[in-house]
């Protein structure tokens, strides 16, 4: 017996819910791009790197310790291709990073909300239509305009942000999956979210740490680490538990597509272009909601 479920309706999310989840989201995202890229310049080690962030993350988690509830061997189980696909997206983002700059990963990452409106089509049989692809497509051609002049390419690169967009769709889409389907998973709040991603996460990327040989030169990058490298891996703890919370806040609000253009788009900062990606978003949003409207009145 299992306890996958249609998915029930739920009350609609008020406008300020969704405002709070979303800048709260915003600010950690934009944050931890950046921070991110800094982090990996101080310790260019990505598995021993993510691993730090995640014990950061569980250290926070631990002032929250009212809002979360125990773990069970159940819900560990259901939870662990959710929590592979979550290590598989944090190891291939600061890889690509290592390559790449951040032009350039903004570029591409955006085709990611493009296929997951694909897969969630196919997969949760969410409704789609003509406006809402040109809307994800300007995005694109706004991400283009913002980073061309500045990005940098490698076939190397190429390959981990790809891998980053597949790991990313699958991850959003399983996730929004399992909420619909499973009580268990709607029920939780974003701080037990949190801690099965991390608790489950950290074996995986240890295992790959090894396998990748970090662990030969692992004392020696630590001890090499300046005072301002540490200060920029201890903000990426901060933003990465605050991404982390937030961010499963927005997903029970808004579907994996979404919250993927919602990722993408709070990482542009400035020129033409961003202005061309974020009123693209804007697009995106008002297409997106007049198509749940359509839905709602034609039932």
């Known amino acids: ?21 979303l800048l709260q989201f915003g600010v950690s995202s934009v944050g931890m ?9 101080a310790l260019p080690l990505p598995c021993a790197l993510v691993i730090i962030q995640a014990i950061g ?27 592979c696909l979550f290590t598989c997206m944090l190891y291939t983002s600061l890889k690509s990073f290592v390559y790449v700059n951040v032009s350039t990963v903004l570029i591409f990452r ?47 690169g190429f390959f981990w942000i790809m891998a980053n967009v597949c790991a990313q769709v699958a991850y959003g889409v399983l996730l929004k999956h399992r909420m619909d389907k499973r009580p268990a998973f709607k029920e939780m709040s974003k701080f037990t979210m949190s801690l099965y991603n991390n608790v489950l996460a950290i074996p995986m ?3 790959v740490l090894l396998l990748q040989g970090e662990h030969f030169v692992l004392q020696t990058s630590l001890s090499s680490v300046t005072p301002m490298g540490w200060f920029w891996i201890s903000i990426t703890c901060v ?26 788009v709070t990482n542009w900062l400035d020129g033409l272009g961003c202005v061309v990606a974020i009123l693209a978003g804007v697009w995106y949003s008002s297409a997106q909601s007049r198509q749940m409207q359509q839905s709602k009145n034609s039932k």
Do not use: C, H
């Open 57 to 83: 993350t569980l250290a926070l988690l631990s002032l929250f310790r009212s809002k979360i509830d125990r773990m069970r061997l159940d819900i560990v189980k259901q939870w662990f291709p959710i929590a």
């Open 205 to 207: 990327l240890a295992t």
């Open 239 to 264: 933003l990465g538990f605050m991404i982390s919370t937030s961010g499963f806040g927005l997903q029970k609000l808004v579907s994996a597509t979404t919250f993927l253009v919602i990722n993408n």
């Open 110 to 156: 955006n085709i990611g909300a493009i296929v997951t409106t694909v897969v969630e089509y196919l997969v949760r049989g969410e409704v789609v239509n003509a406006e809402i692809l040109m809307s994800e497509i300007t995005i694109v051609l706004g991400a283009m305009m913002y980073g061309w002049g500045t990005a940098n390419f490698s076939w190397t």
């Open 33 to 41: 791009m950046l921070g991110n890229k800094l982090a990996v310049d």
């Open 1 to 21: 017996m299992t306890d996958e479920m249609p998915p029930a309706p739920s009350p609609q999310p008020t406008k300020s819910a969704f405002i709070a989840a």
